[in-house]
């Protein structure tokens, strides 16, 4: 299978919009490099969809998409963890095609075996990243960056492996990557 990875956001440096209790830059990189290193070693395609960073989010957004739809994969996944001004937490992803919504439900039912509340598959007909890409694309929320449990709860390798295993019902431990 061929994944395209979509980094989240990729925010130019200072842009505070990207932090709560924790920069949600560096956790969606810290989570993101783990995915693309377990699909690999599970042998599928990886394509690499986050741009560099730029300074228009229309841009960023095009640049993503075109990408994956270029590269022709067979799933698109963009990795993001959550904020919200009020007392969210959990996780969730987003989705709009029924091959979508299956992959989005076994991403999130695995993400929530970890602990977090389980806010289920929803309606991510507004985003760019899914209204425009060729294939079934998924965008994931692994948590709230505002909210103390998800951020005492996160461990990148916990999360890039809950990931992995909703989208091909395998998962790569972190010492099995050493060995390769």
Known sequence: MRYGIDIGHNCPPGDIGCIGLKN??????EVGVKVIEKLKA?????VYCTPSPDSSLSSS????VNKANEEKVDL???????GAAGRGCGTEVFAIS???KEIAKRV???????GYVNRGVKDGSFLYVLKNTKMPAILVEGGFVNSKDDMERFNAENISNSI???LTGSFVKERELEEE
Do not use: M, P
Not at 24 to 29: F, G, M, R, T, V
Not at 61 to 64: A, I, K
């Open 108 to 114: 999130v039912d695995e993400i929530s075996g970890l």
């Open 42 to 46: 599970l042998k599928h395609d990886v």
């Open 164 to 166: 992995v295993a909703g």
């Open 98 to 100: 029924g091959e979508s």
């Open 61 to 64: 957004l095009y640049r993503r």
């Open 76 to 82: 698109y996944v963009s990795i993001h963890f959550n």
């Open 24 to 29: 949600e830059d560096k956790l969606n990189k």
